[in-house]
């Protein structure tokens, strides 16, 4: 049998550049390379013109001659390779084709404890221009970069410089804006795919800066909230590895301050379009915002997410790509999910509704439904709301008429799109509560309302139990209780 080696062309390189990174995704690629390292601080720097370039400076173990080549040489390590738990790698691809996506030129400047510093370029022009897959080796001295001497001053570590970005925008006038756009994207990605490394205990985070500034963790469940709730843990054992899957219930978007609320914001996303499963490798995340087709992505929903924490072990089980951003969970897994989607997603719904009572055709709701057809429903003013009925009994007819028409005009201009349009933008009702005493007055005058229509002032105050804010409301009726038993007292006194 006659064999034959065919080397790949050279423009191999210049095909690898479409593979559909994103600069925030193809940086948190390298980021990977950095932790794998035992990095424990990360600095990036988006520079822009003259002279436009981005680095990535590390402190982790760095590299020696023979591993840098390793690692500058297309897969170079294998994906069944052994790898330790910290190794965010998966084809040994990430840091030539994250690269490539972005920039024609790669240099890599790295050293181990105390040695010297070693320097590759990959330059996708020379390569085009001999047809040749030329690796250059060059001197420290010549690299043109104020992190260099930061890296000599260190221990150890690795330097990432990308030149010729000629992904970032196509006009040089808007050169620096489009950057300066994806520095902030980049940070608020890093923030949120490397937050559990960012807010970890201090003996293993990592810290990152950005053009000086520090990348605060996004952490997508709320944790530090006391209203955040977590369910317990279930470990799912497969053949090559356990699962561990964690359902966190979020508070209720009215009880988010403006800094939680910056959490979307950060990462781009309403609550309803970032529900879903959050699947972590090694604790970075990979995937968030599905449920795998196993639950729609609806209103009441939306505050319902699941942590999934996987080894690497199993990435063959996930289909783990080279972004390591599509994932599809193995099917031993998927039924074990399937059974926690309803109990996660009712959950949800119960939080969503809390805040808004649930209206029902009783003599105790303001509003009232009123079915016309099939699927079709009028919300009306209940006309037999205690309260009406009090203020009727006080009008003569031409006042009742008026009142009626004006009624009238509230349930035709119902802004019920335009309330579903803030909600599901992620705005809430004011949630500005009353206090105590501004709800104990409250229910003193709905008392003065109600007292002719009722034989005795307790019989009164039970009336007012059923009205908003009280029957909905454990702070209101709270403080209802302690008005009655003061009001009772003094009534009790009186006889």
């Known amino acids: 049998m006659e064999q034959e080696e065919l080397p790949p062309e050279a423009q191999l390189l210049e095909s690898l550049r479409a593979v559909g990174y994103s600069l925030e995704t193809a940086v948190a690629d390298i980021v990977d390379n950095s932790i794998s390292a035992l990095a424990t601080k990360i600095d990036l720097e988006f520079r822009g013109l003259p002279k436009p370039h981005l680095s990535i400076l590390d402190n982790g173990e760095g590299m020696t001659k023979i591993e840098l080549r390793i690692a500058m040489r297309l897969a170079g390590k294998s994906r069944s390779s052994d790898r330790t738990p910290a190794d965010l790698g998966r084809f040994g691809l990430g840091l030539k084709t994250a690269s490539f996506s972005q920039a024609k030129r790669l240099t890599v400047a790295t050293k181990v404890r105390n040695g010297p510093i070693h320097v590759a370029v990959w330059d996708l022009d020379l390569i085009e221009r001999e047809n040749r897959w030329i690796l250059q080796w060059i001197d420290p001295r010549d690299v043109d970069s104020d992190h260099l001497k930061v890296l000599e001053g260190r221990p150890s570590g690795t330097l990432v410089l990308w030149e010729q970005l000629d992904q970032v925008s196509s006009a040089l006038k808007t050169f620096d804006a489009e950057l300066r756009d994806q520095a902030l994207r980049t940070s608020d990605h890093l923030a949120l795919v490397f937050h559990r490394f960012i807010d970890a205990p201090k003996a293993s985070r990592v810290s990152f800066t950005l053009n000086g500034q520090i990348v605060e963790a996004i952490d997508p469940f709320f944790s530090k909230m006391q209203a955040t709730v977590k369910r317990p843990t279930t470990a799912v054992s497969l053949n090559n590895g356990t699962v561990e899957v964690t359902p966190f219930i979020l508070p209720h978007i009215s009880q988010l301050t403006k800094s939680d609320a910056k959490v979307l914001e950060a990462m781009r996303k309403r609550f309803k379009d970032s529900q879903g499963f959050y699947v972590y490798r090694g604790k970075r995340l990979i995937s968030y915002g599905s449920w795998f087709r196993l639950s729609p992505k609806t209103e009441l929903a939306k505050m319902a997410r699941v942590r999934v924490d996987t080894p690497s072990s199993l990435d063959r089980d996930w289909k783990l790509g080279i972004m390591k951003s599509s994932v599809e969970p193995p099917p031993e897994l998927r039924k074990v999910l399937a059974r926690i989607v309803p109990n996660i997603v009712g959950d949800s719904r119960r939080v969503v509704m809390r805040k808004g009572s649930k209206l029902s055709n009783t003599a105790d709701s303001a509003w009232a439904f009123r079915e016309v057809g099939p699927k079709l429903f009028k919300l009306e003013v209940n006309r037999e709301h205690p309260l009406l009925i009090a203020l009727t009994s006080k009008l003569s007819e031409m006042q009742i008429s008026s ?93």
Do not use: C
């Not at 004006?406 to 009702?429: K, M, T």
């Not at 409250?442 to 002032?457: H, N, Q």
């Open 403 to 495: 009142l009626d028409l004006y009624l009238g005009q509230i349930e035709s201009g119902v802004p019920a799109v335009e309330l579903l349009n803030r909600l599901s933008a992620d705005q809430a009702f004011d949630s500005l509560e009353p206090d105590r005493n501004e709800l104990q007055s409250l229910a003193s005058r709905m008392m003065t309302e109600l007292r002719g229509a009722f034989a005795s002032p307790e019989h009164a105050l039970d009336a007012v139990y059923q009205l908003e804010p009280f029957v909905s409301d454990p702070f209101a009726r709270e403080a209802l209780d302690t008005w009655r038993e003061k009001l009772l007292d003094g009534v009790q006194s009186n006889e």
